[in-house]
């Protein structure tokens, strides 16, 4: 299994409340990714990052941040949580050099319950 | 813009039977397609990729996958399915540009029956 690591796996908070996750990886990997997971959406990229300092937007981007200042650790705000981004979130990486040939490696999720 | 179509919610099959998990994407320029499976509580896993090549793509567990240009479809089969195969299947594409960002479909719930 890829080395990824998402935390915390489980939150509750309540609306108006900064929430951070953490993704950290152990693969030296270029991109990262957070999706988020919702039923009947599938999964919707939030925002992605193509090396240190570099990041870019997702499709669902708005209410969120991110942050990159290390290869290994990618980080998610929620600078003022609501109920619609109470959601099951992923981190994902990848790589293109190397003989790598891009597919995505998820970590385990992490699950956010906005009340 | 590109997209992913999973046209069916849930796939119901008998174990031993073959399934199919269907897929059509929208995409400028030549596509790259990926399938994921996902079990209860956990994160993606990925099954196989085209890329470029042969038509017929084969991944983990037995599943392989059929690229179709003409009818811009990238089905996922398996020959004999079993009881472990139910999980929640993600076929994917990734876009044209740089960034290596990808597209996935809804997803469709496979349940394999005894």
Excluded at chain 2, 43 to 68: H, M, P, R, W
Aim: glycine share 10%; charged share 20%; with cysteine.
């Amino acid at each position: 299994d890829a080395g990824i690591t998402q935390s915390p796996r489980h939150k509750v908070t309540e609306t108006g409340t900064p929430v951070t996750l953490r993704c950290h990886q152990t693969e030296n990997h270029r991109y990262m990714y957070w999706y988020r997971q919702d039923p009947g959406h599938g999964l919707r990229l939030i925002h992605y990052s193509y090396g240190v300092k570099d990041t870019d937007k997702g499709e669902v981007s708005d209410g969120y941040s991110v942050s990159r200042s290390k290869t290994e650790d990618f980080l998610l705000t929620l600078e003022s949580a609501t109920s619609s981004q109470t959601s099951v979130y992923f981190c994902a990486i990848s790589e293109l050099a190397g003989g790598h040939t891009g597919e995505l490696f998820f970590g385990e999720g992490s699950r956010l319950t906005v009340l | 813009a590109q997209s992913v179509a999973q046209p069916e919610d849930q796939v119901n099959v008998a174990e031993g039977n073959p399934l199919t998990v269907k897929c059509t994407y929208s995409v400028s320029g030549n596509p790259y397609l990926f399938w994921y499976v996902q079990y209860p509580n956990r994160g993606l896993q990925f099954l196989l990729k085209y890329i470029t090549g042969d038509n017929l793509v084969k991944g983990s567990y037995g599943f392989e996958a059929e690229f179709n240009k003409s009818q811009t479809s990238f089905h996922l089969k398996k020959p004999s399915a079993l009881v472990s195969d139910s999980a929640l299947y993600f076929c994917a594409v990734r876009e044209a540009g740089g960034g290596n960002k990808l597209t996935f479909g809804t997803g469709t719930q496979l349940k394999v029956e005894l």
